[in-house]
């Protein structure tokens, strides 16, 4: 039987000694990054439920091995193919798997943002790279390695509709199951931000039918343990939306969130302030089992161009957040830390802006010139791409181009004073306080929910 071993290399990457050490000694920034690492590859898991019955299939996250113990792994098993995904920080490790795979006679492929944004780069490294959305190709590439006949490049349509979406293979995760789950309820955003590739890097925006999302939601339920004599219920599965901006589109809101209420499970979604304005929706929100919203503020002295209707007064943002939370759900405010303009006083204003604010949790990440965005073809024109920074630096947490009012060194010295404020044990206190009151509104109380 044909065997595909399906490999994530995800996860946040800290390259910096002196960010790593206040990332293990800032709770906030500890938490959310041990959050993201327990999240499933939901891509690689969504081809495993393309690949036909006459096929097998395994899922091994990288990060859960060192590089050479996972490729003896991986060798032991023969597997007919190895579809390796990757984040733009850890390509070059994923390229390094590949090519210790590829020495050892197996074959792979690469896909997902940033295989689809530098195809010709993946290409050196493995048998076959998928260019945009892995499902319209993924049998047709299963069909090809199995005869031994893999081409170089498999490009999908741009136009890709979630209504033909698989189940995902959540049984593939194995014991123990992660804290949480990943479910995508659609794909790309309405809105072209300058700094975001996911929205317009795989084509067109598309939602998913809130059929499928309930199947799902009913398959992650189906692998959770049963009840015992000793344990009569089951906590809720904690899901988090892999979705760029959830209530964006075009689709019946109120279809959604009777879904979500019907699944009885906890959540968490990215989405707009725009949502604040509309009361109704919230309090759906709220009592369809969201936790906690991300949304993206992005910096106070620049206007990134393509946010649309996204774009106005700070107040009006805040007015919306606000409502948000009164209705019980949490907002978890992202800024962008050194786009054009940025000075080390406007940072000392964004550090009294957030101790001061009603925000109950903020992240904070570097402006960061993803390949394929509008940014980073701004900055390559404007020659301020750092040449001597490759892709392991694009973490978020690096600078990797050369800011305009500030040098290099002043922007990485004010963005880790900016993350020693911000996330010192008081400050985390009092956004972990205003939480806990934020879900008391909806009867839940703080130790009931895993932290972000």
Request: glycine share 8%; with cysteine; proline share 7%.
């Amino acid at each position: 039987m044909p065997h595909v071993a399906f490999v994530p290399f995800t996860g946040l990457r800290v390259r910096e000694q002196e960010l790593l050490e206040l990332g293990m000694s800032l709770p906030g920034l500890r938490e959310r990054a041990d959050a993201i690492a327990e999240l499933p590859a939901l891509g690689l898991l969504t081809l495993a439920g393309l690949t036909p019955p006459d096929w097998s299939c395994s899922y091994q996250p990288a990060g859960d091995v060192g590089r050479e113990s996972l490729i003896d792994y991986i060798v032991d098993q023969r597997p007919t193919l190895v579809a390796v995904s990757m984040l733009t920080a850890s390509a070059e490790e994923a390229y390094q798997f590949c090519a210790g795979l590829r020495r050892a006679g197996l074959r792979t492929v690469i896909g997902g943002l940033h295989a689809t944004a530098c195809p010709e780069e993946a290409r050196n490294w493995c048998d076959a790279v998928v260019v945009g959305h892995g499902e319209p190709v993924w049998q047709a590439l299963l069909a090809d390695a199995a005869a031994g006949e893999l081409r170089p490049l498999y490009r999908a349509p741009r136009i890709y509709n979630l209504v033909q979406a698989p189940l995902p293979r959540f049984d593939l995760l194995g014991s123990p199951l992660p804290a949480r789950f990943t479910v995508q309820t659609q794909r790309g955003c309405p809105l072209a931000c300058e700094f975001c590739g996911a929205s317009r890097l795989l084509g067109r925006f598309s939602e998913k039918p809130a059929s499928l999302i309930e199947r799902e939601l009913d398959s992650i339920k189906a692998i959770l343990p049963r009840p015992s004599p000793s344990r009569l219920s089951v906590s809720k599965p904690l899901i988090e939306l892999a979705d760029d901006n959830t209530f964006a589109g075009d689709r019946d809101l109120d279809e959604l969130c009777d879904v979500l209420t019907r699944a009885n499970v906890r959540y968490f979604t990215e989405a707009d302030w725009r949502i604040g304005k509309t009361p109704d929706l919230v309090r759906r929100l709220a009592n369809s089992g969201c936790l906690q919203v991300l949304v993206g503020l992005e910096s106070q002295i620049f206007r990134y161009p393509g946010m649309g209707e996204k774009l106005t007064a700070w107040n009006t943002i805040i007015d919306a957040l606000t409502a948000i939370q009164e209705a019980g759900v949490a907002v978890n405010g992202c800024f962008i830390l050194g786009a054009d303009g940025e000075t080390r006083r406007s940072l000392d204003r964004l550090i009294e802006f957030i101790l001061d604010s009603p925000l109950a949790d903020v992240q904070l990440t570097l402006q960061t010139a993803f390949p394929g965005t509008a940014l980073r073809h701004r900055l390559y024109k404007e020659g301020r791409l750092l040449a001597d920074r490759g892709w392991p630096y694009y973490t978020l947490f690096d600078v990797t181009y050369r800011p305009d009012r500030l040098n290099v060194a002043e922007l990485e010295t004010a963005f880790r004073d900016c993350l020693r404020v911000v996330f010192a044990p008081d400050a985390v206190a009092r956004r972990r306080n205003i939480r806990g009151q934020i879900w008391r509104v909806k009867g839940k109380a703080p130790t009931e929910v895993i932290q972000d």
